[in-house]
């Protein structure tokens, strides 16, 4: 059971670049999530997604953009890559609401640097 | 606005002496509360978590978190440290009642350094 799967797990851009994150996950799971992980300001919520062709946007939104055209996938875009946007990207999954214990499903992580 | 604060970057313990990691929240209703771990290079793997009951929940790896609700409190904590518990800590509150997505907010984060 692969869980949540990211790829791919290393990426260096250039600046004014563009790129995809996928996610996966093998759960049936119907909420997804995009965090970005930076030292010190812990995890922060970029994009999510209640289900398939929905998507929401979260804390810090801009600059990215998202798509679930199918349950099990969650991509994460950068139309121009920006210096600010070097981080570790991070998806999660859990269960819709009626059968949620509450607890995310984590991917190992995509390390984004922009250059 | 819900909110979770962990107020030490850093924690330092020697090998077998006891452990806590503090966390504070600020949020409306009754959020359910975790504790994640975070290996290096890996992803947040889930802990423990506290819904409602019993104030102290017992988690993975002899962790164990003790909520009280007067001083919106969370703290991590286990008995005997071990120098593989040497990670970085999220404690997070997640809203099981709003409006869709149940959106978990995460704390800053607490690099947790066991030494021999």
């Known amino acids: 059971n692969a869980g949540v799967t990211q790829t791919p797990k290393f990426r260096v851009l250039k600046t004014g670049q563009s790129m995809t994150l996928l996610c996966a996950q093998d759960?049936?799971?119907?909420?997804m999530y995009w965090y970005r992980q930076d030292p010190g300001m812990g995890l922060r919520l970029i994009h999510y997604s209640v289900g398939e062709g929905t998507t929401a946007k979260g804390e810090v939104p801009d600059g990215y953009n998202v798509s679930r055209l199918k349950k099990q996938n969650f991509l994460l875009g950068l139309e121009s890559a920006a210096p600010s946007q070097t981080s570790v990207y991070f998806c999660a999954s859990s269960p819709g609401r009626t059968s949620n214990t509450g607890e995310l499903f984590f991917g190992e992580g995509s390390r984004l640097t922009v250059l | 606005a819900q909110s979770v604060a962990q107020p030490e970057d850093q924690v330092n313990v020697a090998e077998g002496n006891p452990l806590t990691v503090k966390c504070t929240y600020s949020v409306s209703g009754n959020p359910y509360l975790f504790w994640y771990v975070q290996y290096p290079n890996r992803g947040l793997q889930f802990l423990l978590k506290?819904?409602?009951?019993?104030?102290l929940v017992k988690g993975s790896y002899g962790f164990e978190a003790e909520f009280n609700k007067s001083q919106t409190s969370f703290h991590l904590k286990k008995p005997s440290a071990l120098v593989s518990d040497s990670a970085l800590y999220f404690c997070?509150?997640?809203?099981?009642?709003?409006?869709?997505?149940?959106?978990?907010?995460f704390g800053a984060g607490t690099r947790l350094f066991v030494k021999a």
């Open positions: 997070a509150v997640r809203d099981m009642t709003g409006p869709g997505g149940f959106k978990t907010i």
């Open positions: 759960m049936n799971h119907e909420y």
């Open positions: 506290y819904i409602t009951g019993d104030n």
